[in-house]
């Protein structure tokens, strides 16, 4: 089984409001990672967190807060955004565990399609 | 720097045809090459990699791809092309030289397949 669950599918929030995109896996995977990808591009990777520690911040804005509870789940709480923000959000994880993770599959969940009003 | 490239945007097939997506990759050390299917407002699925050994590789749904390193090529191919094979199509290298392995993505080619 190689699930990435979201939820929710679909969401639209105004500016101002504070919302959440939630990501779960059951894989066992120690990598986990959100993307946004627009209309017919390739996704960008906003954040990792290996190990439930966040490792990498791709320069996102602050307006974008990730989260990592446990092993399994992952957040990206989102606060003020603009209309530019409307995206597709994907999350994925990844087997990854140490010390070499070179080849490993990374999986994505549906996406979370986020629109900013 | 890891990068791949995908020189169509778009690849027209009629059913029943063979299909070929170009994928070409410049690397350093040893190339971790990856490719995805994403249906129209969906998520990206895992096809296929290739990591090392037989430079033909089998995935999902019928399809390979062949990995030529003398010409860095990665082309995804499919003997016998289906209407719901039309998708977008994304090649992509593995670049751990940042500590934690993330993807660089090609821009995608849209497969169209006509009946």
């Known amino acids: 089984d190689t699930e990435v669950t979201q939820t929710p599918k679909h969401l639209v929030m105004g500016m101002t409001n504070k919302k959440s995109l939630k990501c779960e896996q059951h894989?066992?995977?120690?990598?986990m990672y959100w993307y946004k990808q627009k209309a017919k591009k390739p996704p960008e990777l906003m954040f990792v967190y290996s190990y439930e520690k966040l490792s990498i911040n791709e320069s996102v804005p602050s307006r974008f807060s990730p989260e990592c509870p446990n092993s399994s789940l992952l957040n990206l709480h989102l606060h003020a955004l603009q209309p530019e923000d409307s995206a597709l959000y994907l999350c994925?994880?990844?087997?990854?565990?140490?010390?070499?993770?070179?080849?490993?599959?990374?999986?994505f969940g549906e996406g979370s399609w986020l629109t900013v009003v | 720097a890891q990068s791949v490239a995908q020189p169509e945007d778009q690849v027209n097939v009629a059913e029943g045809n063979p299909l070929t997506v170009k994928c070409t990759y410049s690397v350093s050390g040893n190339p971790y090459l990856f490719w995805y299917v994403q249906y129209p407002n969906r998520g990206l699925q895992f096809l296929l990699k290739y990591i090392t050994g037989d430079n033909l590789v089998k995935g999902s749904y019928g399809f390979e791809a062949e990995f030529n390193k003398s010409q860095t090529s990665f082309h995804l191919k499919k003997p016998s092309a289906l209407v719901s094979d039309s998708a977008l199509y994304f090649c992509a290298v593995r670049d751990i030289s940042l500590g934690q392995g993330n993807l660089i993505f090609g821009k995608g080619t849209k497969l169209s397949v006509k009946p």
């Open positions: 994925a994880s990844s087997h990854d565990r140490l010390p070499d993770y070179s080849g490993n599959t990374i999986y």
């Open positions: 894989m066992g995977h120690r990598a």
